[in-house]
């Protein structure tokens, strides 16, 4: 039997017809036909078509290959693909040829197939179906095969001897997200396995911790055991255990066995303070209110250390919580011992002052924290050699790749079109091991070919001047001829966006390697934030004057756009070329844009839910002339293509020209996760006035879903503030009507305000909740901004009203706005 047939049956996908042939060859026909498999796969590999005919080589393998250790990692990289409808995809003629081969290695290879079997995303069904026909009655114990053999419905073709796999089960990570999403499982095991065994490994597992799903399918399987009190009784520290640092859920079931306990009377009050300690450092409040609550009931029996342990509370950041305990502790006081009250006081100190007094007490005032003071960094020397070039193009793309860091990408293009002019040849031998290891950037052509179906970006645009570089430069136009039409048609084009401006700077930059190269760029920052300096471009420029030759126009536009506003035509007056004459005019037609703050309404088709159309409005911005409808750039941005992260450096003058175009993206940040990088700090670093266009990106960004983003949005406050550009009325303005309208969560917003107060900013915050708060007195979470109030206003000792406080004062009732809106007044006074 020739390979050239195997081969055939392989790229026609008859599996069946492969399946026959292979078992009917002799050892000596499958010891050659195994060499060639080998050479083909190969072959394969190289041309970039391994992922075609998956099941065909997989079972291609099966019937050649000659051992374990080389079956084994062939079987992982061709996957037969499972269908829940219909099992007839190759797995049942991959068994038949294996189960025909009757290999006396199979024990090694379910071995070494179990220990392969990923644990990420258990869904290689086609190597368990091998294990499971295979492992007979000594069933492989690795985690892949376990939540392979679990997600499979593994309670429906279970063993005897599969028994001894049960405490393997409930250690393996990924089994609580089986049991959360697979409810017959917990039910299994309490039917099948030793109680005592699953409730120490369920009880283990909840104190590790994981993932919502995993915890939910763990406290899933310990309502199915239904433990009693006894049980509880004796697991007693194993839930005091599971308070510090779990999840609320578990948290909070640990709380209610424990009170149950309590209640019974079977609870060492030691362990009760225990508990009380670890909640009392937890965040959520409706725990801790529970826990306090349930520690005041031995009030009366115990006083010295229900005071002790309440007054662990003295120290958490809400002074809702605070109050609660301190409440507690004053009606106790009387009770008390004198050495228990010495310990008190000391620990009183970490109350605000009014709380204090409340206690007998007095507290130092915290001194505010100093801003560190803003100094621009300057721009990184540039790229001197084609391996620290190379080496800066790799970082770019790979596993970890994210955004592309703009100064990064300014000294990449810099040195491209240097080195590119001095040895075209050396740079292309330089960057072949990129285009080897990533080809597709060099797919700039399909631009070119599919004008109307290819989408140009900056991203692409970007990835064709790290291509273009292969290729010699067309020799048929002239290397310096600034009046070349394709240049005259860029430099007509209406600049447009940020984004767009970005797209054909760099798409200049692209066409110029190929058609007109040049010695330099002239627009490369000499700051971080993306400035350059007029003397070192007047220097640039007279250099090129010198040697004759001229910028590329958008290459000037750009060294235009980076200089101060300060700057004036005359600093280059000097300059006698038509370079410098263009950069005269560029200079003298700049114009400050007007830049409103709108409420703007998008219209938008959908099929969602039979809904024909989604009418989206909020508020955004408005730049006059240049991005009338910024609605119309809402859903514009994709993850990579635009590449805002470059947009602060492109205009580092006009912050908030760029802070308008990504106002629309910053929006969408507070409904979705996503890391951009840090693009509010380098707005705040860059130059250029400071109005309501920065101050609403800024307060997008203290809402943004992602974690990550908020705390840039922090950064940035803080920047500014440092730089004295902060408006906290302005920002307060802007969050009150956000809030007001339920644009942004207030519980995302409050504590970046709380880390920038804290961290110097304290007046400019202020200054902000002075402004929002009269928007959210009807706001149900507005007694946290009244309690961030309180505390700066007690460091600050500010002048002034806030609207519509004495009236909230005035209330009558306990309610949590109530008491801190008192509080707030008597800081005031």
Not at 378 to 403: C, K, Q, V
Not at 659 to 684: C, E, F, I, Q, Y
Not at 704 to 720: K, N, S, Y
Request: contains cysteine; proline residues 6%.
């Amino acid at each position: 039997m020739s390979f050239e047939r195997i081969q055939a049956l392989i790229e026609s996908d008859q599996l069946l017809a492969l399946g026959e042939v292979l078992k009917s060859l002799t050892p000596e026909e499958r010891k050659e036909r195994a060499a060639d498999l080998v050479a083909y796969e190969k072959a394969r590999r190289a041309s970039g078509r391994n992922w075609e005919h998956q099941a065909a080589m997989h079972i291609a393998g099966i019937g050649l290959l000659p051992n374990a250790s080389t079956l084994a990692p062939w079987l992982v990289r061709y996957q037969i693909w499972w269908h829940r409808m219909s099992q007839e995809n190759g797995t049942i003629e991959a068994l038949d040829v294996l189960r025909h081969r009757d290999l006396a290695w199979l024990p090694d290879l379910v071995a070494r197939i179990a220990t392969r079997m990923p644990t990420r995303e258990p869904g290689r069904h086609d190597l368990l179906r091998i294990v499971l026909e295979f492992c007979g009655d000594n069933p492989p114990d690795s985690d892949g095969f376990l939540l392979a053999f679990m997600d499979f419905g593994g309670h429906t073709r279970w063993r005897p001897a599969f028994d001894a796999l049960i405490p393997h089960v409930l250690e393996v990570v990924g089994a609580g997200a089986i049991f959360a999403n697979t409810w017959q499982w917990p039910r299994f095991l309490a039917e099948r396995a030793d109680r005592q065994v699953l409730l120490d490994g369920c009880l283990a597992r909840l104190q590790q911790g994981g993932s919502v799903k995993e915890m939910e399918g763990f406290l899933a399987l310990h309502k199915t055991l239904d433990v009693t009190l006894d049980e509880t009784a004796e697991h007693a520290r194993d839930y005091v255990a599971m308070l510090p640092d779990s999840r609320s859920t578990v948290a909070t079931l640990a709380q209610d066995r424990l009170k149950m306990l309590d209640e019974a009377r079977k609870l060492d009050f030691g362990l009760l303070c225990d508990a009380s300690r670890w909640v009392f450092g937890r965040t959520e409040k409706k725990l801790i209110r529970a826990q306090l609550t349930w520690l005041g009931t031995h009030a009366k029996s115990t006083p010295d250390e229900v005071v002790l342990t309440a007054a662990e509370l003295f120290a958490h950041e809400s002074d809702d919580l605070r109050g609660q305990a301190v409440k507690l502790v004053a009606k106790l006081l009387p009770k008390i011992s004198d050495a228990t009250k010495t310990e008190l006081l000391a620990l009183a100190g970490q109350l605000p002052a009014d709380m204090a007094e409340q206690l007998g007490s007095t507290t130092t005032q915290e001194v505010a924290a100093a801003l560190v003071p803003f100094v621009p960094k300057p721009f990184p020397g540039p790229i001197t050699t084609l391996d620290e070039l190379t080496g800066e193009a790799l970082s770019l793309f790979g596993r970890n790749a994210r955004y592309v860091d703009p100064i990064t990408a300014e000294r990449i293009i810099a040195a491209i079109v240097r080195f590119a002019w001095q040895d075209r040849e050396a740079i292309a031998k330089a960057f072949q091991p990129i285009y080897d290891k990533y080809p597709w950037i060099q797919n700039r052509d399909a631009y070119n070919t599919y004008p109307d179906h290819a989408k140009r970006t900056a991203w692409t645009e970007f990835l064709a001047v790290l291509s273009v570089v292969s290729a010699p430069p067309n020799e048929a136009e002239s290397a310096l001829d600034p009046d070349q039409a394709w240049l005259v048609q860029l430099n007509r084009a209406r600049s447009g966006s940020v984004g767009q401006q970005l797209t054909l700077r760099l798409h200049e930059i692209e066409q110029g390697l190929e058609k007109s190269p040049r010695p330099a760029l002239i627009s490369t920052p000499t700051a971080m934030s993306g400035l350059l300096d007029p003397a070192t471009l007047l220097e640039r420029l007279a250099e090129a004057e010198a040697e004759g030759w001229e910028p590329w126009p958008h290459d000037l536009k750009q060294a235009c756009h980076r200089l101060p506003l300060e700057v004036d035509a005359e600093a280059f007056a000097s300059l006698r070329s038509k370079a410098g004459e263009r950069l005269r005019e560029l200079i003298s037609f700049r114009a400050d844009p007007v830049i409103a703050v709108e409420e703007r309404t998008y219209r938008y088709p959908t099929y969602y839910r039979g809904q024909q159309e989604v009418t989206d409005f909020g508020l955004l911005v408005t730049v006059t002339p240049g991005l009338e409808e910024p609605e119309q750039h809402l859903r514009a941005y994709d993850e990579w293509g635009p590449m805002i992260e470059w947009w602060p450096s492109v205009l580092p003058s006009q912050r908030e020209v760029v802070a308008a175009h990504l106002v629309p993206h910053l929006r969408s940040r507070t409904a979705s996760k996503g890391n951009d990088g840090p693009l509010l700090p380098m707005l705040a670093e860059a130059d250029g006035p400071v109005g309501p266009a920065l101050h609403l990106a800024l307060a997008y960004g203290l809402a943004a879903e992602a974690t990550v983003g908020r705390a840039c949005a922090v950064d940035g406050l803080l920047i500014l503030a440092s730089r004295g550009q902060l408006d906290g009325q302005t920002l307060g303005d802007l969050l009150g009507q956000l809030l007001d309208r339920g644009d942004i969560a207030l519980n995302r917003v409050v504590p970046g305000l709380r880390d920038a107060a804290r961290s110097g900013a304290s007046a400019q915050i202020w200054d902000a909740l002075k402004s929002a708060l009269p928007k959210l007195w009807s706001h149900n979470r507005v007694a946290d901004v009244i309690e961030l109030a309180v505390e700066l206003a007690q460091q600050l000792k500010p002048s002034g009203e806030v609207g519509g406080l004495a009236e909230v004062a005035a209330r009558k009732g306990s309610s949590k706005a109530v008491v801190q809106a008192k509080r707030l007044v008597n800081a005031l006074s």
